[in-house]
């Protein structure tokens, strides 16, 4: 002991816990995020991350390449201007509501022509998210071109 108080200078520092630097304790969360496919998944996330980490893993889970179309929409307390959660902000300071919180899977930006998407996993996406806009009464569709949608979704 006394070989160990002499490479330290000679000095012993009593400090106490209340003195010692805290760790930030990183708060979980969890997460359950609705897919357009009707399944809901739980995610643990830390208050501090960004909406990016959140994202990232619900993109891992359904194998989504093409990132840029979809998002994670937060409930809708007004249809005119959904909240979605944004990828470099922190979630502590974007959901306000309790926890555990929920979020929407959802396509966030539409295209002109679908034949552009690369991937069938998007393609597939896009169809269900147009399907349950549909049957939620979010669009419109004559019953004509609901039964060539329904033929469509059949094959």
């Not at 359904?62 to 909240?83: A, H, I, W």
Request: positive net charge; hydrophobic residues 35%.
């Amino acid at each position: 002991m006394n070989s160990r108080l002499r490479a330290l200078g000679g000095r012993i520092n009593n400090i106490r816990a209340s003195e010692l630097p805290k760790e930030k304790t990183r708060s979980e969360i969890i997460c359950n995020v609705h897919f357009l496919d009707g399944s809901v998944q739980s995610f643990k996330v830390n208050k501090q991350d960004t909406g990016q980490i959140l994202l990232d893993m619900t993109y891992n889970q359904l194998g989504v390449m093409e990132k840029e179309y979809f998002g994670l929409q937060q409930n809708e307390t007004s249809v005119d201007s959904p909240r979605w959660l944004e990828p470099n902000k922190p979630i502590r300071k974007q959901l306000k509501g309790g926890f555990p919180c929920t979020l929407r899977f959802r396509v966030r930006f539409f295209i002109p022509d679908p034949n552009t998407l690369q991937q069938e996993q998007t393609r597939h996406l896009f169809f269900l998210q147009l399907k349950t806009d549909i049957v939620e009464g979010r669009l419109s569709c004559p019953i004509s071109s609901a039964v060539v949608l329904a033929s469509y979704a059949v094959q």
